[in-house]
């Protein structure tokens, strides 16, 4: 089970890398998948880091905490998802839906409980006076 949980949140950092890659090679392809049309070089400057520092960070969060068991990145990466989660309701309930607005959330749903189950279960216990432990 926790070679399960380590490969779906390595797998789920991976996605956000490859959505990441996509903001820094052709930030006005990948903002276009978002809905959002790019103009001029504030717009492109500011996709392009954003974006890419985002989904960099969050997977990053994701791929470290799995592979090391270290629940603060986890928790960083999940709480990424989760406010992102948050704000889409809010919007929903703002301005309504659109075609295809439930797959971002599922994911950003899946990811953070992950992210939340893994920075609980995934860090090994250690004595915390064995400096060497």
């Known amino acids: 089970m926790i070679m399960a949980l380590r490969g779906a949140l390595v797998l789920g950092g991976l996605l956000l890398w490859f959505l990441a890659f996509g903001f820094l090679t052709d930030p006005v392809e990948a903002a276009a998948g978002f809905g959002l049309q790019v103009e001029g070089a504030h717009g492109l400057t500011?996709?392009?880091s954003?974006?890419?520092a985002f989904f960099g960070v969050g997977g990053?969060?994701?791929i470290w905490g799995a592979l090391a068991r270290r629940a603060d990145p986890l928790t960083i990466g999940a709480a990424l998802m989760l406010v992102t989660l948050v704000t889409r309701l809010v919007?929903?309930?703002t301005y309504g839906s659109f075609e295809g607005y439930i797959?971002?959330?599922?994911v950003e749903?899946?990811?953070g409980a992950l992210g939340l189950i893994?920075?609980?279960v995934l860090p090994v216990k250690t004595d915390p006076l064995n400096r060497l432990g």
């Open 46 to 48: 500011s996709v392009r």
């Open 50 to 52: 954003d974006f890419t």
């Open 60 to 62: 990053a969060c994701f």
């Open 91 to 93: 919007a929903l309930g």
């Open 103 to 106: 797959a971002p959330m599922v």
């Open 109 to 111: 749903l899946v990811l």
């Open 118 to 120: 893994g920075a609980r």
